[in-house]
């Protein structure tokens, strides 16, 4: 096996299936980042191949070479539904939910970071560079540099980095620390995140912290630079606008405002089923508004896409039942036979029936208590090449920092919520395509390739960055 002088390592691989029924491109939109790098170097790309138990050698898909790491069902209940997704997840997104601290699932989490660490090892050629993606793979960049000093190692943290009163929660909040300083370049989504980590760092190794590093100091007593910096994740804005101009989407978008009986105005959320996107206060206060009689069934329906997702981690369960009990004494107590007030669909949908709903929508919320980017908000921005349609945004998901000038709401008072969504609902046409324009414009101007091409730079940068 030949060896890559680029490697991705993602919890996930790039694509969807198995070695019987075939593989499928998986529809994120990092795939959509990378793509150019992989084909133009010699790429390939660890992760899980999505199932359990599953052994499947390297293989080639669509020029880049994937690299499965098998994972027991054991691994995937302690180390991805375990620490990453019931102790990383709710600790880093404020603690919505409580964190399970547990030395298993601790265990399991160095022992599978290894394994993916290993991978990257072999998978990469001298000299080369690695690119260590999010939060379940965090130990990997000080296991890596540890095994191949040779390497450039880059990481990306997709989702929030708490602050450090937080943080400090963590039984092992040295070593999580230490594997991410393991990089040459340690990428957040806002400013602030990368703030808080730096703080953490100095507060549990008092290293230095300057905007051009963390000196971090190496076993033979010299020290090395560690760049820790905002690059605000975006997506493939010119896929979004092909298909906002596509007459069967168009088309689409018109039959599903029919098939809600054509009420006056669409408002729509669409998210994983995840306790951090505040799809409960969402629903509280539309639910509120049509009980004050402020808005009627007869005119609005809110249409909630809510996707499956880590249906067996308990929160999860339990985030679902709540959530199907809201959405069905809403409607029971206000639909009428023609009109409903919540369209509720646990599902998930392909792109292109993802922009024939942000065509229909008149409104799209987007009220999560914390999120790292969250790029529903700026799929649904670049949809709307008519400039028409209200964003409703939360400050605390990270695309308020770029999109300030959506209908900014704190989603935790619900008073303020439910005036925004009135304030949407109301707002004129020149007002919506004043703000729809610049909102458009920085989504445009910052699309996901000048992300993964600012954060290369910066890590082929940090390659001859003094020490
Ligand atoms: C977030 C994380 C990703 C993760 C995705 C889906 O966006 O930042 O790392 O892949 O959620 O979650 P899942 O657990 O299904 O991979």
Same mark, same amino acid.
């Given at each position: 096996?030949?060896?890559?002088?680029?490697?991705?390592?993602?919890?996930?691989?790039?694509?969807?299936?198995?070695?019987?029924?075939?593989?499928?491109?998986?529809?994120?939109?990092?795939?959509?980042?990378?793509?150019?790098?992989?084909?133009?170097?010699?790429?390939?790309?660890?992760?899980?191949?999505?199932?359990?138990?599953?052994?499947?050698?390297?293989?080639?898909?669509?020029?880049?070479?994937?690299?499965?790491?098998?994972?027991?069902?054991?691994?995937?209940?302690?180390?991805?539904?375990?620490?990453?997704?019931?102790?990383?997840?709710?600790?880093?997104?404020?603690?919505?939910?409580?964190?399970?601290?547990?030395?298993?699932?601790?265990?399991?989490?160095?022992?599978?970071?290894?394994?993916?660490?290993?991978?990257?090892?072999?998978?990469?050629?001298?000299?080369?560079?690695?690119?260590?993606?999010?939060?379940?793979?965090?130990?990997?960049?000080?296991?890596?540099?540890?095994?191949?000093?040779?390497?450039?190692?880059?990481?990306?943290?997709?989702?929030?980095?708490?602050?450090?009163?937080?943080?400090?929660?963590?039984?092992?909040?040295?070593?999580?620390?230490?594997?991410?300083?393991?990089?040459?370049?340690?990428?957040?989504?806002?400013?602030?995140?990368?703030?808080?980590?730096?703080?953490?760092?100095?507060?549990?190794?008092?290293?230095?912290?300057?905007?051009?590093?963390?000196?971090?100091?190496?076993?033979?007593?010299?020290?090395?630079?560690?760049?820790?910096?905002?690059?605000?994740?975006?997506?493939?804005?010119?896929?979004?606008?092909?298909? !906002?101009? &596509?007459?069967?989407?168009? @088309?689409?978008? #018109? *039959?599903?405002?029919?098939? =809600?009986?054509?009420? +006056?105005? %669409?408002?729509?959320?669409?998210?994983?089923?995840?306790?951090?996107?505040?799809?409960?206060?969402?629903?509280?206060?539309?639910?509120?508004?049509?009980?004050?009689?402020?808005?009627?069934?007869?005119?609005?329906?809110?249409?909630?896409?809510?996707?499956?997702?880590?249906?067996?981690?308990?929160?999860?369960?339990?985030?679902?039942?709540?959530?199907?009990?809201?959405?069905?004494?809403?409607?029971?107590?206000?639909?009428?036979?023609?009109?409903? !007030?919540? &369209?509720?669909?646990?599902? @998930?949908?392909? #792109? *292109?029936?993802?922009?024939? =709903?942000?065509?229909? +929508?008149? %409104?799209?919320?987007?009220?999560?208590?914390?999120?790292?980017?969250?790029?529903?908000?700026?799929?649904?921005?670049?949809?709307?090449?008519?400039?028409?349609?209200?964003?409703?945004?939360?400050?605390?998901?990270?695309?308020?920092?770029?999109?300030?000038?959506?209908?900014?709401?704190?989603?935790?008072?619900?008073?303020?919520?439910?005036?925004?969504?009135?304030?949407?609902?109301?707002?004129?046409?020149?007002?919506?395509?004043?703000?729809?324009?610049?909102? &458009?414009?920085?989504?445009?101007?910052?699309?996901?390739?000048?992300?993964?091409?600012?954060?290369?730079? +910066?890590?082929?940068?940090?390659?001859?960055?003094?020490?």
């Amino acid at each position: 096996m030949t060896a890559a002088s680029f490697v991705v390592v993602a919890n996930r691989l790039p694509v969807d299936g198995d070695p019987d029924g075939g593989w499928r491109r998986s529809p994120g939109g990092l795939v959509t980042a990378l793509e150019p790098v992989m084909h133009s170097t010699e790429g390939a790309w660890v992760g899980w191949p999505g199932k359990p138990d599953i052994e499947v050698d390297p293989f080639d898909f669509e020029g880049t070479r994937l690299i499965p790491v098998s994972l027991s069902a054991e691994d995937i209940e302690l180390y991805y539904e375990g620490f990453s997704n019931d102790t990383i997840w709710p600790l880093y997104h404020d603690v919505i939910a409580a964190p399970r601290y547990s030395r298993p699932l601790w265990e399991a989490y160095v022992r599978v970071n290894r394994r993916f660490a290993e991978a990257a090892a072999t998978a990469a050629d001298e000299g080369g560079t690695v690119w260590v993606q999010d939060y379940q793979l965090q130990l990997v960049p000080a296991m890596l540099r540890e095994a191949r000093p040779d390497l450039t190692i880059g990481y990306f943290h997709h989702i929030p980095f708490p602050a450090y009163g937080l943080y400090s929660q963590l039984p092992w909040r040295r070593q999580v620390l230490e594997g991410l300083l393991g990089a040459d370049v340690i990428g957040f989504q806002r400013v602030a995140d990368a703030g808080n980590f730096a703080r953490a760092v100095r507060r549990l190794f008092h290293y230095e912290t300057k905007a051009s590093g963390i000196r971090v100091p190496q076993p033979d007593g010299s020290t090395r630079l560690a760049l820790a910096r905002a690059f605000p994740i975006s997506i493939d804005a010119a896929a979004y606008i092909e298909l !906002a101009g &596509r007459d069967d989407i168009k @088309a689409r978008a #018109r *039959e599903i405002r029919e098939g =809600l009986g054509n009420p +006056a105005q %669409v408002l729509l959320g669409v998210d994983r089923l995840d306790y951090t996107k505040g799809i409960g206060h969402r629903l509280k206060a539309f639910g509120e508004l049509l009980a004050e009689g402020r808005l009627s069934v007869e005119d609005v329906t809110l249409v909630q896409v809510a996707s499956p997702s880590r249906e067996r981690v308990e929160t999860y369960a339990h985030l679902r039942d709540e959530i199907e009990l809201t959405v069905g004494r809403t409607n029971g107590d206000f639909d009428t036979v023609g009109h409903t !007030a919540i &369209r509720y669909l646990h599902q @998930a949908f392909p #792109r *292109e029936e993802m922009v024939a =709903l942000f065509l229909a +929508a008149d %409104v799209m919320l987007v009220t999560a208590l914390r999120d790292g980017m969250n790029l529903v908000a700026k799929e649904y921005v670049a949809s709307r090449t008519d400039n028409q349609g209200v964003l409703v945004l939360s400050e605390f998901a990270g695309a308020h920092d770029e999109l300030s000038r959506a209908l900014t709401v704190n989603p935790h008072d619900i008073e303020g919520l439910k005036d925004a969504i009135v304030r949407a609902i109301e707002m004129p046409p020149a007002e919506q395509r004043r703000r729809m324009r610049s909102l &458009r414009r920085r989504v445009l101007d910052h699309d996901v390739k000048d992300w993964s091409r600012d954060f290369l730079d +910066a890590l082929a940068a940090s390659r001859g960055a003094a020490s």
